[in-house]
């Protein structure tokens, strides 16, 4: 069995009264893509948001590898190496794509890549000819490269991606997709949200399948998606 990077065990989350999380397992094997496939609302985001400190773990216990992170502060959990992508593309609108990057470097972790801005910049060659464009003037796709590329420029071992194939344009899911292949043959480890069941078989190994707060099956993503009666049931067409 492959060492696993990250380990959510029994996690129970709340936000506010209202509890969201209820027992969560999940291992996140070194080095390689594992996704969490639900609907809308079934608590994806917020089992990403669990492991990076967001939100209300009254109960269970979050790892990264032996270290045990569960109540750190963010910023914290970010020194240990891992990177967190939100859903929402929060780049700082009014600085430009370097000055982004700039920002992310201040965060270093102990990854297993070292990012530059010109690596950065092969990785994501549509931002190469953007380096002085502000962020905020640029497109939905490009906003996810910047912001996946800022996270890299913290060196993370672990890279949680939230819903990264939302709401962009065929060409750039490709391109996105491409990036979290190259990340992994890179030796990171990523943990991404979907609910593009697709999208996901074109990047991750495992996946495991979250409905009301709640894994329900985990695995082999093949085995999964195959499964029509999983797919019926939970995940979105």
Not at 9 to 24: C, D, K, N, P, R
Not at 132 to 154: F, H, K, N, V
Not at 169 to 192: D, S
Request: glycine share 10%.
């Amino acid at each position: 069995m492959s060492e696993v990077a990250l380990r959510l065990s029994g996690i129970e989350a709340f936000y506010g009264a209202a509890q969201a999380l209820f027992g969560v397992d999940l291992d996140v094997p070194a080095g390689a893509v594992t996704v969490l496939l639900g609907r809308n609302g079934a608590g994806k985001s917020t089992t990403l948001k669990a492991a990076m400190g967001l939100v209300d773990v009254r109960a269970g216990c979050v790892k990264v590898g032996v270290v045990e992170i569960t109540h750190m502060p963010s910023y914290r959990i970010a020194r240990t190496g891992v990177g967190y992508v939100p859903e929402t593309r929060r780049v700082f609108a009014g600085l430009s794509v370097v000055e982004n990057l700039t920002v992310g470097e201040h965060s270093a972790g102990d990854g297993p890549i070292v990012w530059t801005r010109e690596r950065i910049f092969d990785l994501f060659p549509p931002l190469a000819g953007m380096r002085d464009r502000l962020a905020g003037q640029l497109s939905g796709g490009e906003q996810q490269m910047l912001t996946i590329a800022r996270t890299l420029m913290g060196n993370p071992g672990i890279i949680l991606l939230d819903e990264p194939s939302e709401g962009l344009a065929p060409v750039i899911v490709q391109q996105i997709a491409a990036t979290i292949r190259t990340l992994a043959a890179e030796g990171l480890t990523v943990l991404l949200s979907e609910q593009n069941v697709r999208f996901a078989m074109h990047v991750a190994s495992r996946a495991a399948v979250i409905e009301r707060g709640r894994i329900l099956v985990e695995g082999p993503i093949d085995k999964i998606a195959a499964d029509e009666s999983v797919r019926a049931a939970y995940l979105t067409p």
